[in-house]
Structures are given as structure tokens and as C-alpha cells.
Nanobody, 119 residues
Framework: QVTLVESGGGLVQTGGSLRLSCVVSGSINSILRLGWFRQAPGKQREWVAW???????DYVDSVKGRFTISRDNAKSTVFLQMNNLKPEDTAVYYC?????????????WGQGTQVIVSS
């Protein structure tokens, strides 16, 4: 059993920065990749970034050069450093983990943390 708990959201002005954290508890070694999704009001949830077990990282084009995903294995935590934030980054951000046995086992999800970027 794996649980994900996000923190770090808030209200920030355009051009500002936030760092989201996601603490992973449970069998972290059974997770192939950890990442972040976001869902803006009235829109579908979209993938933002992954960090794979081996360390490789992927980003959606809209955040490349502004967001950085990282992990601290000792603390079982994955981070999303968000710089130069824009109003279109406003969304609920969700931490997600893909298990080794996917799709037999479903993806893990956190409860979400709200990010609001004011113009």
C-alpha cells in the first residue's frame, strides 16, 4: 500500500515561484515513476512531469525551462520546483505514482494541492 501526500501549494503572483512536495509512504521501491499532474477548473487533468526510478525526467512542453522535478530518496519525497509562474499554471496539482504491476494495479494519487497564480 502506497500513500502520497502533497504540500506546498498557495497563491503567488505572475513570475513567482513555488515548490511542491509529495511525501511517499509505503512500498516506494515498487513504484516505477513518480510525477505531477494538474487540473485547472473546467479542464481535464493533464500530465506535467515524471521522474523515473532510474532518474530520467520528462516534462510537458508548456513547463519546460520553468519547472524542475526532483526526488530525495532518503526522505521518500518528490518535488516540483515551479519558477516564472503564469496565470495558466493555476490548477490543483496532484502527485502520482505508477506501480510496477500497472495496469494490474492502479496508479497512486495524492489528494492534490491548489496553486493559484494571480496576474
Amino acid at each position: 500500500q502506497v500513500t502520497l501526500v502533497e504540500s506546498g501549494g498557495g497563491l503567488v503572483q505572475t513570475g513567482g515561484s513555488l515548490r511542491l512536495s509529495c511525501v511517499v509512504s509505503g512500498s516506494i521501491n515498487s513504484i516505477l515513476r513518480l510525477g505531477w499532474f494538474r487540473q485547472a477548473p473546467g479542464k481535464q487533468r493533464e500530465w506535467v512531469a515524471w521522474i523515473h526510478r532510474g532518474g530520467a525526467m520528462d516534462y510537458v512542453d508548456s513547463v519546460k525551462g520553468r519547472f524542475t522535478i526532483s526526488r530525495d530518496n532518503a526522505k521518500s519525497t518528490v518535488f516540483l520546483q515551479m519558477n516564472n509562474l503564469k496565470p495558466e499554471d493555476t490548477a490543483v496539482y496532484y502527485c502520482s505514482g505508477r506501480p510496477e504491476r500497472w495496469p494490474i494495479e492502479s496508479d497512486y494519487w495524492g489528494q492534490g494541492t491548489q496553486v493559484i497564480v494571480s496576474s
